[in-house]
């Protein structure tokens, strides 16, 4: 995560060092959280710490890189046209590696209501967060979306607090407002208008059928 929010707040808002600085300030409460789990003894001894790293950033890279992508074709294609072909690459290609790697899994798997409740519920979440973001890359950016993930950790601690009776750090809290003023001082230094050029346009295929329609309206008028 630090480094394509690094790479991404530098080609959102170029020689802007406020942006940068919001960037800081939500690392920095994510430094916040980390200490946090190391003085409470919750860091476990990774088997191969230099392999989990290299992922870790490989993973965030890519992330961050792909939320790129997307903000790119959102601010200049249509949102249906950009949500459809995401939701029909996205179920094709994870159809394809499920089938591959997990077919072992689902026959052994117990699918009952439960099971398939979760499913579904998660199948839901994961509509209405991918339906969601391309309006947000709209509105703010994709560094923007990324920094906000951050305070995920704090809805799970949500869920720890009433179901489960944790007792947090007092870290936590503390981290969370960090997290919140980077944040803000992120947007408020950088309009949306400031972070990319929105200009949808229609694909030609709709323009094309709208151009064949106009003339046989107007001739039966």
């Given at each position: 995560m630090f480094d394509s929010d690094f790479i991404l707040a530098a080609f959102d808002v170029e020689g802007n060092f406020l942006v940068v600085k919001g960037v800081i300030i939500c690392i920095a409460g994510l430094g916040l959280l980390v200490a946090s789990d190391e003085l409470t003894d919750k860091d476990w001894t990774a088997l191969?710490?230099?392999?989990?790293?290299?992922?870790?950033?490989?993973?965030?890279?890519?992330?961050?890189?792909?939320?790129?992508?997307?903000?790119?074709?959102v601010r200049k294609r249509p949102l249906y046209e950009v949500v459809g072909q995401l939701g029909m690459w996205g179920t094709l290609i994870n159809g394809v590696q499920?089938?591959?790697?997990?077919?072992?899994?689902?026959?052994?798997?117990?699918?009952?209501?439960?099971?398939?409740?979760?499913?579904?519920?998660?199948?839901?979440a994961m509509f209405i967060l991918y339906t969601v973001a391309p309006m947000l890359y709209r509105l703010a950016s994709s560094t923007y979306y990324n920094l906000s993930l951050l305070t995920s950790d704090f809805w799970g601690l949500l869920?720890?607090?009433?179901?489960?009776?944790?007792?947090?750090y007092w870290l936590y809290f503390i981290a969370y407002v960090v997290i919140i003023v980077g944040l803000v001082t992120y947007f408020w230094c950088s309009t949306p208008e400031e972070q990319g050029k929105?200009?949808?346009?229609?694909?030609?295929?709709?323009?094309?059928?709208?151009?064949?329609?106009?003339?046989s309206s107007s001739s039966s008028a």
């Open positions: 191969n710490r230099a392999k989990g790293d290299g992922f870790m950033i490989a993973g965030a890279t890519l992330y961050g890189l792909s939320n790129a992508t997307e903000e790119f074709f499920a089938a591959g790697l997990e077919h072992g899994a689902m026959k052994l798997a117990s699918w009952n209501r439960m099971t398939i409740g979760i499913l579904v519920a998660y199948t839901s869920f720890g607090l009433f179901l489960y009776h944790y007792r947090p929105l200009n949808p346009t229609a694909p030609a295929y709709v323009n094309k059928r709208g151009a064949e329609l106009i003339p």
